[in-house]
């Protein structure tokens, strides 16, 4: 039963049931959306244009009638695996990375290269978690099948 309390607090997956022109959608455009959501989320090198892209992910949700923070609150359960691959991205430092260190404490650092790559795999997750919770939360079983 523990299980089912993790599964509670998960926003992909969950239909929400609403009239609105994003529900309407053909299942095809549904998924054509979200690969146009993935897919530059997935090769950018900007984060700043990834931060974009989940934004319109918010303001789709926005239109669709479906709670940010009911997508937020799939995040939950995924930050402590969030939370390790920063710490793993940041022990494991690129050789010959000169850039301004940012916080030192005894052998460990973190430089404006490890802080730009963290953020830009924290923005790379938040998007596509956004984007997929989305997705699941305006397309049934039915219509995901017929897609």
């Known amino acids: 039963m523990k299980n089912m309390e993790f599964f509670r607090n998960v ?15 053909a299942p095809a455009t549904k998924y054509l959306w979200l690969l146009a959501l993935l897919t530059p989320a997935s090769l950018a090198r900007s984060t700043l244009s990834v931060m974009v892209l989940a934004a319109s992910s918010l303001v789709f949700a926005l239109v669709a009638r479906v709670r940010p923070l009911f997508l937020l609150r799939g995040f939950l359960p995924v930050m ?27 052998p460990l650092s973190l430089s404006a290269l490890e802080a730009r790559a963290v953020l830009g795999m924290a923005a790379r997750f938040v998007t596509m978690m956004l984007s997929l919770g989305l997705f699941t939360s305006v397309i049934t079983e039915g219509d995901t099948a017929r897609g």
């Open 11 to 25: 926003s992909i997956g969950q239909y929400v049931d609403e009239d609105t022109p994003v529900h309407r959608l």
């Open 80 to 106: 402590p695996i969030l939370l390790i691959a920063a710490v793993l991205q940041v022990a494991f430092t690129r050789p010959g990375d000169n850039s301004l260190v940012l916080i030192a404490l005894g």
